[in-house]
């Protein structure tokens, strides 16, 4: 079945530096990519998404692209904020049938000033 | 804006409580999902809806059942709480599954069962 897989957590930064985040994943077809962020004590919102091959998804300084040749979508950011502080959950989506989101397990991002 | 919200932010109960949680959206949307999350295992999904009294199976329904008689309204039911459900238990709602819409979450409920 279709699945994802992101990287181990958690990514501890300073202020300022770069962040990557990767993501790859395992679908039949052609799914919708999306990275969900998940603040403090707060439910998951949509940080970014991409629906076809090659679509750059970008939000609030992030951005990832939906690379069909190495089944990945990246997060990247050029300079992280302590206000980015979160969990980043990759997800696929099927573009058939129900559309179920299938998650990873989540990174946990600690910036520190 | 879209709102969902979830009927409690903290919830302890004792193992073989009759457990509900519940979930409310304010705009219209066909689709509800219910999903637990636990370190390490991301976001699960539990039960969906398509629509009104419609529910289908996710991946880890045993052990929940759900009910959604109004559109808005969707509850997660544990009918005998075990102490493996203890979990953050997330509700979300989509306008429809068709166009790639995006799900929009609660804040989560934490579930404690001694």
């Known amino acids: 079945g279709d699945s994802v897989t992101q990287m181990e957590g958690p990514v501890t930064l300073s202020e300022e530096a770069f962040l990557t985040i990767n993501c790859t994943y395992t679908a039949t077809g052609y799914p919708s990519l999306f990275w969900y962020v998940q603040y403090p004590g707060e439910g998951l919102q949509l940080l970014l998404k991409?629906?076809?091959?090659?679509d750059k998804g970008s939000n609030k300084g992030f951005e990832a692209t939906y690379r069909k040749e190495t089944t990945s979508f990246h997060l990247e950011k050029g300079s992280v904020q302590v206000s980015d502080s979160a969990v980043y959950f990759c997800a696929l989506s099927a573009n058939t049938g129900f559309q179920k989101l299938v998650f990873g397990t989540g990174t946990r991002l600690l910036v520190s000033p | 804006d879209v709102k969902v919200t979830q009927s409690s932010r903290y919830l302890v109960k004792r193992t073989g409580e009759k457990v509900f949680l519940e979930c409310v959206q304010d705009?219209?949307?066909?689709?509800m999902f219910w999903y637990r999350q636990d370190p390490g295992l991301g976001l699960r999904l539990i039960y969906f809806?398509?629509?009104?009294?419609?529910?289908e199976k996710g991946d880890i329904p045993e052990g929940y059942s759900v009910s959604r008689e109004k559109k808005e309204r969707f509850s997660l039911i544990l009918e005998s709480a075990s102490t493996n459900q203890t979990s953050m238990y997330l509700c979300?709602?989509?306008?429809?599954?068709?166009?790639?819409?995006?799900?929009?979450f609660g804040p989560g409920t934490r579930l404690t069962v001694t």
């Open positions: 979300a709602s989509r306008l429809t599954s068709r166009g790639g819409y995006e799900q929009y």
């Open positions: 705009m219209d949307h066909e689709n």
């Open positions: 809806s398509y629509d009104v009294k419609m529910k």
């Open positions: 991409a629906t076809k091959a090659d």
